[in-house]
């Protein structure tokens, strides 16, 4: 790779030894000199520590809230295909009801004109039988014809009666799935508003050490989840198709996580991860969670790039696995897509899109 992207083998590298070089707090062995008294005191790392997890968990919150977002679209985006559906069913069963209704008219004035007159008498009463007797052998026909278009009638006016009940039930859901969007939508803005809000209240400094705690926090994980072996029989080779989904996730990085969106030029976790596998040809669900629920689970053993590392015990996050004990995913609101380490947030599972 080139500019913004690199070996997963040298990320690795860089992250195993800045496990092994930089101790959390470290770079603040010796004591910060004293601050004058105009400037705010510094906070201590215990106390921005504190303010590290409630950001994580503000930003979390938001990404399960995100998560209910991106399935209540599609839930919506589906029910408004099928009630376009059934539109368009609605108006060929109008049209073809109409035409029924024409020729059921017809044939009620064609019988008003023979009288009604029974068969027995028409047939004493006819100058020619042998005519009658023909002309009774298509009303006969016709009587046939018309019992069949009747029920091509009623079964017609049923179809419609059906359709109209299942646009209804659609249109409620698709109602109460609007309703679930916005109130995800309003919960997500607050939840990454709070966490901004609280980052905003730290001094430049403190911020820089902010970052610095994240990062000593996402290596201490990933060096105890190498340490566990974790790595040691993984080995799968990926698949041709596999090969194409980390090509297309490794080729965004650099570019922003934003909720919800699905590219090209932002991401959130999931959106990378279903357009990457949507690039290799296969069609995956669009959020974390139903990742997890619809995709096959594997060992991690049995662990190839392209396949999916579902994180949390609610499935909130995910990224792609690529390979040496690395991860390209898109991380979190004010952060960019990025190579990770696998073991750098709780693991809840493996998924494989192209099993």
């Not at 968990?57 to 839930?75: F, I, P, S, W």
């Not at 009638?153 to 409620?172: F, S, V």
């Not at 809840?348 to 192209?354: A, F, I, K, Q, T």
């Amino acid at each position: 790779m080139t500019g913004k992207r690199y070996s997963t083998a040298a990320t690795v590298a860089l992250i195993c030894a800045a496990v092994v070089v930089t101790a959390p707090g470290a770079a603040y062995a010796s004591p910060p000199p004293p601050s004058s008294p105009a400037e705010p005191t510094p906070r201590s790392d215990e106390s921005l520590e504190r303010v590290r997890k409630e950001i994580e968990k503000l930003y979390h919150d938001a990404g399960v809230a995100t998560d209910a977002y991106n399935a209540a679209e599609e839930k919506a985006d589906k029910q408004s295909e099928q009630i376009v559906k059934l539109a368009k069913d609605i108006a060929e069963g109008q049209a073809r009801l109409k035409k029924l209704k024409a020729r059921a008219g017809a044939a009620a004035r064609a019988q008003y004109r023979g009288g009604g007159m029974p068969d027995e008498a028409q047939l004493m009463l006819s100058d020619d039988p042998r005519q009658f007797l023909d002309g009774a052998g298509r009303m006969r026909q016709g009587e046939k014809a018309t019992k069949g278009m009747l029920t091509e009638l009623r079964r017609t006016q049923e179809d419609l009666r059906i359709y109209a009940e299942d646009a209804t039930a659609r249109w409620k859901k698709l109602e109460a799935n609007r309703k679930a969007k916005a109130a995800s939508k309003k919960k997500i803005k607050k939840k990454i508003a709070d966490a901004e809000k609280l980052e905003s209240r730290l001094e430049k400094k403190e911020r820089e050490r902010l970052r610095k705690l994240e990062e000593e926090a996402a290596l201490k994980k990933q060096s105890a989840w190498v340490g566990s072996g974790a790595l040691k029989d993984i080995g799968g080779k990926m698949t041709p198709e596999g090969k194409k989904a980390v090509e297309f996730a490794t080729a965004q990085i650099g570019k922003p996580y934003v909720w919800g969106a699905e590219g090209p030029g932002s991401y959130d976790c999931s959106g990378l991860t279903s357009k990457a596998w949507a690039a290799a040809g296969r069609g995956i669900p669009r959020t974390s969670q139903e990742q997890w629920k619809q995709l096959p689970r594997i060992d991690m053993k049995n662990m190839r790039p392209g396949d999916l590392i579902i994180y949390h015990a609610d499935a909130s996050h995910v990224g792609m696995y690529v390979g040496d004990g690395a991860i390209v995913h898109a991380p979190r609101p004010g952060r960019d897509v990025t190579i990770a380490g696998a073991g750098s947030m709780k693991i809840l599972g493996v998924v494989r899109p192209d099993e």
